[in-house]
């Protein structure tokens, strides 16, 4: 078949044609000039879907080799650098190559302190210092052919699926019981609050495993850093922990802050029956057991307030009655309710009580706006009475006089 000149295409099809030389990725160009697939055209298939291979990063790049060769030893000979399979110092050495090099990164806008966090992380130290080969390095959290940007929903770090991720190591007994750790974190988080989030609801905001203990530089929190862990997420009710009694003990190292009260992994959600179920487990009999059960009937009452008061606000509606000024009043008496929660961890008797009087207050200008109102619509329909009286009056003497015209023959 005879080839159409240059000139004898249509437009588009030049246009096309000279773009596709300019925008080509390096990927198809790298792979026939890659003589590595020729014999692992398994691990290609997994590769080509990799962020490396779509930016021209290729077996070399990690493995050492030269892959222009198809002749075995040529290919894999000493000079080539060629590693084979990587151990895991090596995998560390070979990814911090390119991902702590301010120079390489700039372009991708990536962060280039991945390396320097893992050096300071209980996983590497304990590769790097004390050679164990049993803990994660790269390849475990992220893959090795098969590597995904972080927004993809398949790959390994994807928010959703990080706390599986982890669980490969720490939900291993055999390999946990090494470390003397337990096994069934993944399970315990599941049920926590934050799982529920994360799994029920889809909610990638919640926390994962990396939001508490970081990624990079895996650590537990220590005592006196709790806070700093969970105080990224709940700004606020930091803000007034540190106003309690409670900061100058975790300062010294003797309470343990957000975990005494709400627990760590299995962190359930949040009720006034903590007042109960937790101050005791320090506090025996004693003035603190009493200033707990005062703030919990405070949070009682309020909740109660607002209840009965969304609901005669809500019953008001339905009857007929405006109620666009209680329904503000409402939204004010929300938001002094929502404030109650964080303002709790100061465990100030005074400041609740004054927040709990405005909440009253609007509560009660609701109630008696309701009622004035429901009265004025009772007087006003009484007051139509009479003039119902007055029109069926006049309907019957109507009609008594039509019937009398209509007699007369008129």
Known sequence: MTRLPLNRLSFAAKIIFLTSFIFLPNLGWAAEENQCIQCHSDLWEEMKMSVHSQNGIMCQDCHGGDPTKLDFDLAKAPETGFIGVPNKKQIVDKCGGCHASVETMNFYGIRTDQLARYQTSVHG??????????????TDCHGSHKILPISDPNSQVYPLNVPKT?????????????????????????????GKALFEKKDLSAATCASCHGSHGAMPPGVKHISEACGKCHINEKKFFLESVHAPLAQEGKFSE???????????????TLYFETCGNCHKESAAVALG??????????ENDMREASALVKRSAIEGIFVEEEMGALEETKTNEIAMAPLQHTLSLKRITELYGKLTESVNYIKTSVKGKRQALKWRKLALIPV???????????????????????
């Not at 130290?125 to 790269?138: F, M, P, Q, T, Y």
């Not at 055999?174 to 988080?189: E, V």
């Not at 029109?391 to 008129?410: C, D, N």
Request: charge should be positive; charged fraction near 20%; proline fraction near 1%.
């Open 125 to 138: 130290k304990k590769l790097l210092i004390e050679g164990d080969n049993r803990v994660a390095a790269c």
């Open 166 to 194: 982890c669980n490969q190591c720490h939900g291993d007994q055999a390999l946990m019981d090494q470390y003397q750790l337990p096994s069934d974190i993944f399970k315990i988080y599941q049920n926590s609050v934050h």
């Open 258 to 272: 957000c975990i005494s009260c709400h627990g760590n992994h299995g962190v359930k959600h949040a009720t006034k």
């Open 293 to 302: 059960e005062k703030l919990y009937q405070l949070l009682n009452a309020s």
């Open 388 to 410: 119902w009286v007055f029109v069926i009056f006049m309907a019957i003497a109507l009609w008594t006089k039509y019937k009398r015209l209509k007699e007369k023959g008129h």
